[in-house]
């Protein structure tokens, strides 16, 4: 269980390095012993990433990319964009079946076991398709790794 504990500020670049400033609540853990304190991200945002979901999205699809000659994001922010994406493709598709399954049951499941459903949230919600999936990973308590080295 959590319970709001206060507000606090959280700066977000988008592209071209411009930032903007959100106002986000903090909850705090109630469960036994435990107190931590969890920040309620919205769709735009992405854990421990300092870029708008959006900008990180538009790389890992393709729409942004070196030969576009952005100073910001850089060149080496793209590509560790796009690896720790391949690294957490499989996590992300665990965690959003899981869900799907929770939801809808086993046998109400339309797709079957090969289709992949990250593929079909990033056709049927573009854009913004990546700030869902990562807000459906954490709010079930999952967590996306951070990429080893990617050179």
């Known amino acids: 269980m959590l319970k709001y504990r206060d507000r606090v500020l959280r700066g977000q670049k988008q592209i071209g390095g411009e930032r903007k400033l959100y ?37 890992i699809d393709g729409v942004i990319s070196e030969e576009d000659g952005l100073k910001n994001p850089c060149d080496g922010s793209m590509k560790h964009w ?8 499989k996590q992300m ?39 869902k999936v990562c807000r459906i990973v954490n709010n079930i308590g999952g967590s996306l790794r951070a990429a080893p080295g990617y050179d």
Not at 30 to 41: S, V, Y
Not at 98 to 127: A, C, N, T
């Open 23 to 59: 106002m986000i609540n903090r909850m705090q853990c109630t469960n036994g012993g435990c107190r931590k304190l969890h920040r309620q991200l919205t769709d735009g945002m992405i854990k421990f990433k300092q870029y708008a979901a959006e900008v990180i999205e538009d790389v």
């Open 82 to 89: 796009r690896w720790w994406f391949l690294y957490n493709m």
């Open 93 to 131: 598709e665990g965690h959003l079946r899981s869900v799907e399954y929770h939801l809808h049951g086993f046998e109400s499941v339309e797709e079957s076991p090969r289709d992949s459903l990250l593929d079909k949230y990033r056709e049927e919600i573009s854009p913004g398709w990546l700030g």
